[in-house]
């Protein structure tokens, strides 16, 4: 895991937690040797059967810092009696992965159940009694309303990534799943922000929790090397296809605010040459499945992907994450930029900024708490050009800095320069 050493008591490791011999053989198995802050503060109170919020965000480690003290209590046979709400199928894939690798030498069961594949096998494990369930809210409900999924047994109820469950508008299905659930049960809620309506979230699903905070909102983990890009928009597909030509960029995670962009940019890099997949929520949940094992294999360079994809992706190895786009939420950028660097490696985050985005850029920059540093690269620059496009029919000037010289170019008013060249500032 990366470097957060300032938390962490040397001495610490995962004997200290009277962990089974099982877990810590599954422990050592996966190659972790130290807890991470938020296991180190979390397993204890987990395993104390205390109710936690934990604002930490994806890559922090917070699935073993949930799971582990969650297998020692589970009862092999016993019927369903974990269960983790996530917001998307991706992340729903992810924590069974890690809880299976956890549970490793129990008979434990671990199932997923999400929308946009087939009732059968969710139908099966429901049926089965899978000791965990990790599931997105929608298709936990339809299964409830039908009655097959019977939850009244769960000891354990882990809401993760509740900032983002609460942007999809879960809110209304994560109550319902609540009120199936018996009463006597722990709940466990993870977030990676803390907004007023995750807090609302936390205070009426739990009991007399822990609130323990991983890392302040906003924070960034340590490792990655953050820098923003000055780009005239027409040339931020070029400026993409020059970085992917540097020594290291070797697995790329772009994120693009719109669907149409982003499958423009897949055939542009595809035109160049460069092995590329989009994923975004018109396409298919297995090609979206299928995108992700091309790029976590190694077998594509390139996943751009819209917002949808941002949580729950945990491929190793990304060496790169690209806003395409400034993105417009903290939140997001530090989801985004957290998909890089992890598990000590070290990652590089990008952001694109045009000009018409410099306003959010700083607002972004303002709600971190943090300057982000600033590269101008004289051919992608938009205030080297300093030029203004004027559309000769419709009369109106938009700002494009084109040095081809198809239009007439105009110098820029001395205001519209500072707004420019502060860029720099
Ligand atoms: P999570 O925040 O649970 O999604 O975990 C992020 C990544 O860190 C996953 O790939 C985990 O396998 C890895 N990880 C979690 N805990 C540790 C640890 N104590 N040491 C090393 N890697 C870890």
């Not at 397993?43 to 917070?62: N, Q």
């Not at 620059?381 to 029919?393: M, Q």
Request: aromatic fraction near 4%; charged fraction near 25%; include cysteine.
């Amino acid at each position: 895991m990366r470097a957060q050493s300032q938390d962490l008591d040397d001495t610490t490791d995962f004997s200290a937690f009277g962990l089974s011999p099982t877990r810590l053989d599954a422990v050592a198995a996966l190659g972790w040797t130290r807890p991470t802050p938020i296991q180190e503060r979390g397993i204890p109170v987990v395993a104390s059967g205390r109710d936690v919020v934990g604002i930490a965000r994806t890559g922090t480690g917070k699935t073993g810092a949930f799971m582990l003290p969650a297998l020692e209590r589970t009862r092999e046979g016993g019927g369903l009696q974990v269960l983790v709400l996530c917001p998307t199928r991706e992340l729903a894939q992810q924590v069974a992965e890690d809880t299976r690798a956890l549970a490793r030498g129990t008979a434990v069961r671990v199932a997923t159940v999400y929308g946009g594949v087939g009732y059968g096998p969710q139908l099966e494990a429901l049926a089965r009694g899978d000791e965990v369930v990790v599931a997105t809210p929608g298709r936990l409900i339809d299964l409830q309303n039908r009655g097959r999924a019977k939850l009244r047994q769960v000891r354990i109820l882990v809401l993760d990534e509740a900032d983002r469950m609460l942007d999809m508008g879960f809110r209304p299905q994560i109550e319902e799943v609540a009120r199936g659930l018996g009463r006597d049960r722990q709940t466990l809620l993870f977030s990676a922000t803390m907004p007023n309506a995750v807090h609302a979230l936390a205070l009426g699903m739990t009991k007399d929790p822990m609130w323990i905070e991983a890392s302040p909102p906003g924070t960034m983990a340590e490792g990655i090397s953050e820098v923003a890009y000055s780009v005239r928009p027409e040339r931020k597909s070029d400026l993409l296809a020059h970085l992917l030509a540097q020594p290291g960029w070797d697995q790329v995670l772009v994120f693009s605010r719109t669907k149409v962009g982003a499958n423009a940019l897949e055939a542009r890099l595809t035109k160049a040459g460069i092995s590329c997949d989009v994923i975004h929520s018109d396409r298919q949940m297995s090609h979206r499945t299928r995108a992700i094992d091309r790029f976590s294999g190694g077998k594509v360079r390139v996943l751009v992907a819209t917002d949808i994809a941002q949580r729950g992706l945990d491929i190793e190895g990304i060496s790169h994450v690209v806003n395409y786009d400034v993105p417009l939420d903290p939140g997001d950028y530090v989801h985004r930029i957290g998909r890089t660097g992890r598990a000590g490696a070290t990652g590089g985050a990008v952001t694109f900024v045009t000009a018409s985005d410099l306003g959010a850029f700083r607002a972004l920059e303002n709600q971190l708490e943090r300057r982000i540093e600033r590269i101008r690269h004289p051919e992608f620059d938009f205030s080297g050009g300093a030029v203004v496009k004027t559309k000769e029919r419709s009369g109106a000037r938009s700002r494009s800095a084109s040095r081809m010289g198809r239009h007439a170019g105009v110098r820029l008013a001395p205001e519209e320069l500072a707004e420019l060249l502060s860029f720099d500032s």
